[in-house]
């Protein structure tokens, strides 16, 4: 473990056992079935950083409040059901390391589990009794539905191009963080600047946290993923070192790698060349800079909040999202 890792664990480790009491407390379904598949899904060893950005963002803004943690869960909520809904539409096999949910329960329980997983989050967030928070969270669900929708219909389509690329990642994951972040100073009663600053960070680390994922994708070991390493390649989905490679690589290569999207089918002598390719064209190295890129406006974002422990701990989370393996 890097002594960044190790150091902020040590700051959170309250705050993250606070978020998952809450967690716990605030699931309330009424049949047993829906609290063994949600707990599947929301117990197997989520980073948890979503609502911990919202606490850590609370703070920042001074936040006097008691609500802080119960809310947020509810992002973790709207996550855990946006990851049963991705896994079945992907087709995915494995999440965290373990099956998927409909693999399990099927298709049916999979999809309305997260369907009672999205109703609960805006529950939760109904109880702020403020309805700029509940709008925030209207609209991000809003958003997300249709960045996975969009990244449905460019399954495959090697056209695909880095701006609607990163358009998609934007809806999908960034707008998460970035409500995560706001809403705390919502809540807080921060001034306007103050709700943009933390939006912009918010923003901004999740884009990263996308395109190194999505890096990941090819360079890390399945133990580490806890999914099959090419996963989205097989998936049809293509990420930014895929894009970058068929813009960039030579021509007889693009052409095979195109192949290896139309097939979705490749060995694991396929994936190694694939991954020399990336090399030789500059794709993994241009995937770490756009990441970095999004890391220093993100850090950029928190200048004029006055130090604090919990503003360190989001430098180094920008920071660790940069260099994580997993």
């Known amino acids: 473990m890097s002594d960044l890792k190790r150091r902020i ?13 809450e967690l716990l407390n605030n699931l309330h379904p009424h ?33 006097a409040g008691t609500y802080d943690k119960t809310f947020s869960t509810a992002f973790e909520y ?17 999440r965290r390391g373990k099956p998927v949910a409909h693999r399990v329960w099927g298709n049916s329980i999979a999809v309305l589990v997260g369907d009672f997983l999205l109703a609960r989050a805006l529950a939760i967030t109904a109880g702020t009794e403020r309805i700029a928070v509940v709008r925030i969270l209207a609209e991000l669900t809003e958003a997300m539905s249709q960045g996975e929708v969009h990244q449905l219909m460019r399954k495959g389509d090697i056209g695909l191009s880095e ?32 709700q943009s ?14 395109v190194v994922d999505d890096l990941l994708d090819y360079i890390a070991d399945t133990p580490q993923l806890g999914k099959a390493t090419g996963a989205d390649l097989r998936e049809g989905k293509l990420t930014l070192p895929l894009i970058h490679a068929l813009r960039n690589a030579r021509s007889a290569d693009r052409k095979w790698i195109a192949g290896l999207v139309r097939e979705r089918d490749f060995t694991d002598a396929d994936f190694r060349k694939l991954i020399d390719l990336f090399t030789g064209c500059g794709a993994l190295r241009y995937t770490e800079k756009v990441a970095g890129l999004y890391i220093e406006k993100a850090r950029a ?26």
């Open 301 to 326: 974002a928190l200048v004029d909040f006055p130090p604090s422990a919990a503003l360190e701990t989001m430098h180094d989370i920008a920071d660790y999202t940069l260099a994580r393996k997993v």
């Open 31 to 63: 049949l047993d079935l829906v609290r063994e598949v949600a707990g599947h899904i929301l117990f197997s060893g989520g980073k948890r950083l979503r609502p911990l950005l919202m606490v850590l963002s609370a703070k920042v803004c001074g936040y």
């Open 163 to 194: 701006e609607e690329y990163l358009e998609v990642i934007r809806r999908k994951t960034a707008l998460l963080f970035q409500a995560a972040c706001r809403v705390s100073a919502v809540l807080a009663d921060a001034p306007a600047e103050r």
């Open 78 to 94: 709207l996550h855990a059901a946006t990851l049963l809904h991705d896994d079945l539409v992907d087709g995915a096999s494995l």
């Open 197 to 210: 600053a933390l939006a912009d960070y918010g923003f901004n680390l999740g884009m990263a946290f996308q």
């Open 9 to 21: 664990q040590e700051a959170v480790k309250e705050d993250l056992e606070a978020i998952e009491k």
